[in-house]
């Protein structure tokens, strides 16, 4: 699967200083990787690409994940070093319709455009069906740049491949892979079987044995024939300059089966065969490999299902006519008819029609929403009743649910710190073990003189030894937390974001929007020398076209009187405004715009007071005359959210201390931080102020999770070690935080902090069951208490136990803690 993207900001780390144009991240599918090894390997590779930032590499989702300039290197370089590496990247058809072509001259001259397009091998343009077949490694060429080949030829181009018929195409393959894998199985374990059997029946005192000629015909077949990935992946691992684990597997097995057919053949050097063993090994770790594919499939479960929301066609109004295309094909603009029981396929605001709206899997909100004419709907929610036409908004990769999919993809393909020193031992395990193996061996044969003792304790410490479950135990876990908090409307944008937010023990809250409603009304006028209406009047007109909160309130308030237009508008963050209305310059903002203009607030500080103390935001009236006088005070009231007090109790039962950062006057803000539980209150904090009270609460050694939603909380949710940005809040602070909440519900929070938990908890266990068990196995083989049989299996199901362990999170559910 495609997925090029800009990149907003390179990290640090990176070395950027070469950069001639805008960074871009390339995802493309990798096949050919076995174990950790194989991804460290490939990743040192890319990373030798010039041009390139950064690569990751991720062995469960099998994918490569490259930051890199433009103008320095390319997908097809990208291709070429894969394939040099010894791994490949699957090839993909796409299929156009052609338009403009009037001969067989035509066909042939896009035939050449297309077939000079970086990567592809091989185009194939019809003349008579206006059919374009281009086919090239799966993520090195997008449909748009061949459509945009075409339109430079003076033709046109239009993909015929579906959404759905892709997804059908991939499910296909997978399933496919997936019954020859059992095939091979199942054959491997009918050849084996009557090898295995002598020793199953040996402990009820039957002795049996096949003859040698007979154990080699059932062994050959199941080494070299169902066993040939293992050579592939070896030759190609060690080509690249490194082994992995399909070198432990071929030298322990190649081992026995050689040592078994010397001795088959010349009976008189041996009578110790070891056909059963090679076979058993090579069984037991395609069964392993197969159990740990299913589980990785079911791993990446929860992209599958964010990709299935959304629906394969829509019904688009076109000349008076209703049409079906494609959903991809939906353009901005275009009205969409979305019937009872059907999925939105676009994001869009109805134009007719109301209906309740199943958005949980987008959300995670359980419960429909009623939505009706003018309200916005999100791609991939399910109508109910009613009949819908919508306006599509945002369509493709901009569309919600596009950008849901690839943060979560983004996420699973990401590194957790922790990897690194997986990294670090991946890159030297494999010639440990066969440097611990010869020693074996040596050390057997020397105080023992037993060639057959040798012989086994080797055999067991090359099969044994097992770096995939090294590699598997990070992005496994990481693959299923991240799907989970999906599915509960909480993304996690990667691993370093999972990271920090499970180390957190402070959470800060921007108070408006976040504990509030955000949708502040104006409960009092207290007005001065002029009636409440006048004061209202001159206010409203001044805020006119404003799109703060407390503007929007005024507003509202003021519907039905007439505005005058303001005249020389000028905006004081963090204080008000200044500008004139009918003549009149006037100030519109709270307490500290009055003191800085020496405003005399006398008459009404008693019963302002009293106002902030009930939670009330104040919105100091005066004109600037030869001395500024005051004209009277608005109070706002935001209704606190109901679920706010038991968000923040959840917090607190956590052992977090939760504080509350905001513009607003001290005494309001206290009694809001009062109601709904709050420990600290940081208020009348300057936009621009609220990323320094950020660090400031860092510096004291406090590890700091912001959520907030607005525009002015972008500095300090990236100035947090993580920001939480509500999903009902703007793009800018989604983009600038390290996790989104789909619902503007704060109990989201602790959820969010308890997957991160759960998540971490898994990669700490897998790890250490991964390094402790190659730490007790190998001195177990090399010590020569484990026959290369059981050897084989333990290895085999190493990597099968952690991803299981893995999918244990999918139980997860909010309000949880698993262990």
Same mark, same amino acid.
């Given at each position: 699967?495609?997925?090029?993207?800009?990149?907003?900001?390179?990290?640090?780390?990176?070395?950027?200083?070469?950069?001639?144009?805008?960074?871009?991240?390339?995802?493309?599918?990798?096949?050919?990787?076995?174990?950790?090894?194989?991804?460290?390997?490939?990743?040192?590779?890319?990373?030798?690409?010039?041009?390139?930032?950064?690569?990751?590499?991720?062995?469960?989702?099998?994918?490569?994940?490259?930051?890199?300039?433009?103008?320095?290197?390319?997908?097809?370089?990208?291709?070429?070093?894969?394939?040099?590496?010894?791994?490949?990247?699957?090839?993909?058809?796409?299929?156009?319709?052609?338009?403009?072509?009037?001969?067989?001259?035509?066909?042939?001259?896009?035939?050449?455009?297309?077939?000079?397009?970086?990567?592809?091998?091989?185009?194939?343009?019809?003349?008579?069906?206006?059919?374009?077949?281009?086919?090239?490694?799966?993520?090195?060429?997008?449909?748009?740049?061949?459509?945009?080949?075409?339109?430079?030829?003076?033709?046109?181009?239009?993909?015929?491949?579906?959404?759905?018929?892709?997804?059908?195409?991939?499910?296909?393959?997978?399933?496919?892979?997936?019954?020859?894998?059992?095939?091979?199985?199942?054959?491997?374990?009918?050849?084996?079987?009557? $090898?295995? $059997?002598?020793?199953?029946?040996?402990?009820?005192?039957?002795?049996?044995?096949?003859?040698?000629?007979?154990?080699?015909?059932?062994?050959?077949?199941?080494?070299?024939?169902?066993?040939?990935?293992?050579? /592939?992946?070896?030759?190609?691992?060690?080509?690249?300059?490194?082994?992995?684990?399909?070198?432990?597997?071929?030298? !322990?097995?190649?081992?026995?089966?050689?040592?078994?057919?010397?001795?088959?053949?010349?009976?008189?050097?041996?009578?110790?065969?070891?056909?059963?063993?090679?076979?058993?090994?090579? %069984?037991?770790?395609?069964?392993?490999?197969?159990?740990?594919?299913?589980?990785?499939?079911?791993?990446?479960?929860?992209?599958?299902?964010?990709?299935?929301?959304?629906?394969?066609?829509?019904?688009?109004?076109?000349?008076?006519?209703?049409?079906?295309?494609?959903?991809?094909?939906?353009?901005?603009?275009?009205? +969409?008819?979305?019937?009872? &029981?059907?999925?939105?396929?676009?994001?869009?605001?109805?134009?007719?029609?109301?209906?309740?709206?199943?958005?949980?899997?987008?959300?995670?909100?359980?419960?429909?929403?009623?939505?009706?004419?003018?309200?916005?709907?999100?791609?991939?929610?399910?109508?109910?009743?009613?009949?819908?036409?919508?306006?599509?908004? %945002?369509?493709?990769?901009?569309?919600?649910?596009?950008?849901?999919?690839?943060?979560?993809?983004?996420?699973?393909?990401?590194?957790?710190?922790?990897?690194?020193?997986?990294?670090?031992?991946?890159?030297?395990?494999?010639? /440990?073990?066969?440097?611990?193996?010869?020693?074996?061996?040596?050390?057997?044969?020397?105080?023992?003189?037993?060639?057959?003792?040798?012989?086994?304790?080797?055999?067991?410490?090359?099969?044994?030894?097992?770096?995939?479950?090294?590699?598997?135990?990070?992005?496994?876990?990481?693959?299923?937390?991240?799907?989970?908090?999906?599915?509960?409307?909480?993304?996690?944008?990667?691993? +370093?974001?999972?990271?920090?937010?499970?180390?957190?023990?402070?959470?800060?809250?921007?108070?408006?929007? =976040?504990?509030?409603?955000?949708?502040?009304?104006?409960?009092?006028?207290?007005?001065?020398?002029?009636?409440?209406?006048?004061?209202?009047?001159?206010?409203?007109?001044?805020?006119?076209?404003?799109?703060?909160?407390?503007?929007?309130?005024?507003?509202?308030?003021?519907?039905?009187?007439?505005?005058?237009?303001?005249?020389?508008?000028?905006?004081?963050?963090?204080?008000?405004?200044? =500008?004139?209305?009918?003549?009149?310059?006037?100030?519109?903002?709270?307490?500290?715009?009055?003191?800085?203009?020496?405003?005399?607030?006398?008459?009404?500080?008693?019963?302002?007071?009293?106002?902030?103390?009930?939670?009330?935001?104040?919105?100091?009236?005066?004109?600037?005359?030869?001395?500024?006088?005051?004209?009277?005070?608005?109070?706002?009231?935001?209704?606190?959210?109901?679920?706010?007090?038991?968000? +923040?109790?959840?917090?607190?039962?956590? &052992?977090?201390?939760?504080?509350?950062?905001?513009?607003?006057?001290?005494?309001?803000?206290?009694?809001?931080?009062?109601?709904?539980?709050?420990?600290?209150?940081?208020?009348?904090?300057?936009?621009?102020?609220?990323?320094?009270?950020?660090?400031?609460?860092?510096?004291?050694?406090?590890?700091?999770?912001?959520?907030?939603?607005? /525009?002015?909380?972008?500095?300090? $949710?990236?100035?947090?070690? +993580? !920001?939480?940005?509500?999903?009902?809040?703007?793009? /800018?602070?989604?983009?600038?935080?390290?996790?989104?909440?789909?619902?503007?519900?704060?109990?989201?929070?602790?959820?969010?902090?308890?997957?991160?938990?759960? %998540?971490?908890?898994?990669?700490?266990?897998?790890?250490?069951?991964?390094?402790?068990?190659?730490?007790?196995?190998?001195?177990?083989?090399?010590?020569?208490?484990?026959?290369?049989?059981?050897?084989?299996?333990?290895?085999?199901?190493?990597?099968?136990?952690?991803?299981?362990?893995?999918?244990?999170?999918?139980?997860?559910?909010?309000?949880?803690?698993?262990?």
């Amino acid at each position: 699967m495609l997925e090029i993207s800009n990149l907003d900001s390179v990290n640090e780390s990176s070395p950027t200083d070469s950069l001639t144009g805008t960074a871009q991240t390339l995802a493309l599918p990798i096949k050919g990787m076995t174990c950790a090894t194989c991804s460290t390997r490939l990743e040192r590779v890319l990373n030798k690409v010039p041009g390139v930032i950064k690569s990751q590499v991720n062995l469960a989702s099998e994918q490569a994940s490259i930051a890199f300039d433009p103008q320095q290197a390319s997908p097809e370089q990208f291709y070429q070093a894969i394939v040099q590496a010894g791994f490949t990247v699957p090839t993909e058809g796409m299929e156009f319709r052609i338009g403009g072509m009037t001969c067989a001259a035509c066909s042939a001259r896009l035939e050449k455009v297309f077939s000079r397009l970086p990567g592809v091998n091989k185009a194939t343009v019809n003349l008579a069906t206006e059919r374009a077949v281009v086919t090239a490694p799966a993520g090195v060429l997008s449909p748009a740049t061949v459509i945009a080949a075409a339109q430079r030829a003076g033709f046109t181009a239009e993909p015929l491949s579906s959404l759905a018929e892709r997804r059908a195409q991939e499910e296909a393959e997978s399933t496919a892979r997936e019954r020859h894998e059992g095939r091979q199985l199942l054959l491997a374990a009918l050849l084996t079987l009557p $090898l295995a $059997l002598p020793m199953l029946l040996m402990p009820f005192g039957i002795h049996v044995s096949l003859p040698a000629e007979i154990q080699f015909l059932l062994a050959t077949p199941v080494q070299f024939w169902i066993g040939s990935r293992f050579y /592939v992946g070896a030759y190609k691992s060690l080509r690249g300059g490194a082994g992995n684990m399909d070198v432990l597997v071929v030298l !322990g097995t190649s081992a026995a089966w050689g040592l078994s057919t010397w001795n088959t053949l010349l009976p008189g050097t041996g009578s110790h065969l070891y056909f059963e063993a090679s076979a058993m090994v090579v %069984t037991l770790v395609l069964l392993g490999k197969w159990l740990e594919g299913r589980a990785k499939r079911s791993a990446a479960s929860a992209i599958r299902a964010l990709m299935a929301l959304r629906p394969a066609t829509a019904r688009i109004e076109r000349e008076g006519k209703v049409v079906e295309i494609p959903a991809e094909q939906v353009a901005e603009g275009d009205i +969409v008819l979305v019937r009872p &029981g059907e999925r939105t396929p676009v994001d869009g605001f109805i134009l007719e029609g109301s209906s309740q709206l199943d958005e949980s899997l987008i959300t995670g909100e359980s419960l429909p929403v009623t939505r009706g004419e003018g309200e916005t709907v999100t791609g991939g929610s399910v109508n109910g009743e009613g009949l819908l036409r919508i306006r599509a908004t %945002t369509v493709g990769a901009e569309s919600t649910l596009a950008r849901i999919i690839r943060l979560v993809e983004d996420a699973q393909a990401s590194k957790a710190p922790v990897q690194k020193l997986v990294d670090q031992v991946a890159n030297i395990f494999v010639p /440990v073990v066969v440097a611990l193996a010869f020693l074996t061996f040596a050390g057997w044969w020397l105080l023992d003189g037993a060639a057959d003792t040798a012989f086994k304790a080797t055999v067991s410490v090359l099969v044994i030894a097992c770096p995939c479950a090294l590699g598997l135990a990070t992005p496994t876990a990481l693959m299923v937390g991240t799907g989970a908090a999906a599915r509960h409307g909480i993304l996690i944008r990667d691993a +370093v974001a999972l990271e920090r937010a499970q180390d957190s023990d402070t959470v800060v809250f921007d108070k408006t929007g =976040t504990l509030t409603e955000g949708q502040p009304a104006v409960a009092e006028i207290l007005p001065l020398k002029i009636n409440g209406e006048q004061l209202l009047q001159l206010v409203a007109s001044a805020q006119q076209g404003s799109e703060h909160p407390l503007a929007k309130a005024v507003l509202t308030k003021a519907q039905g009187l007439p505005l005058s237009q303001p005249q020389n508008f000028r905006s004081l963050p963090g204080r008000g405004l200044s =500008t004139q209305v009918e003549g009149q310059t006037l100030l519109v903002g709270n307490l500290r715009l009055m003191r800085e203009n020496q405003v005399d607030l006398t008459s009404l500080l008693t019963q302002a007071q009293t106002l902030e103390e009930s939670g009330h935001t104040l919105m100091w009236v005066a004109e600037v005359t030869s001395a500024p006088q005051l004209l009277g005070v608005l109070a706002v009231t935001d209704p606190i959210k109901s679920v706010t007090p038991q968000a +923040v109790a959840a917090l607190r039962a956590q &052992g977090l201390t939760t504080v509350m950062l905001t513009g607003d006057n001290p005494r309001a803000a206290k009694a809001v931080a009062d109601k709904v539980g709050i420990d600290h209150v940081i208020a009348e904090v300057l936009p621009e102020d609220k990323a320094a009270q950020i660090q400031a609460l860092r510096a004291e050694g406090r590890h700091v999770a912001m959520v907030g939603d607005g /525009v002015n909380d972008t500095p300090a $949710l990236a100035a947090a070690d +993580v !920001g939480m940005a509500m999903g009902t809040g703007t793009d /800018v602070a989604m983009e600038a935080a390290g996790i989104t909440l789909m619902r503007g519900d704060p109990t989201l929070v602790a959820e969010a902090l308890s997957i991160s938990q759960a %998540t971490y908890h898994k990669i700490r266990q897998n790890l250490f069951w991964a390094f402790i068990y190659n730490v007790v196995a190998i001195p177990l083989a090399a010590s020569g208490m484990l026959n290369p049989v059981v050897a084989g299996a333990a290895m085999a199901m190493s990597s099968v136990s952690v991803v299981s362990n893995s999918l244990l999170l999918r139980r997860w559910r909010p309000g949880t803690q698993l262990k």
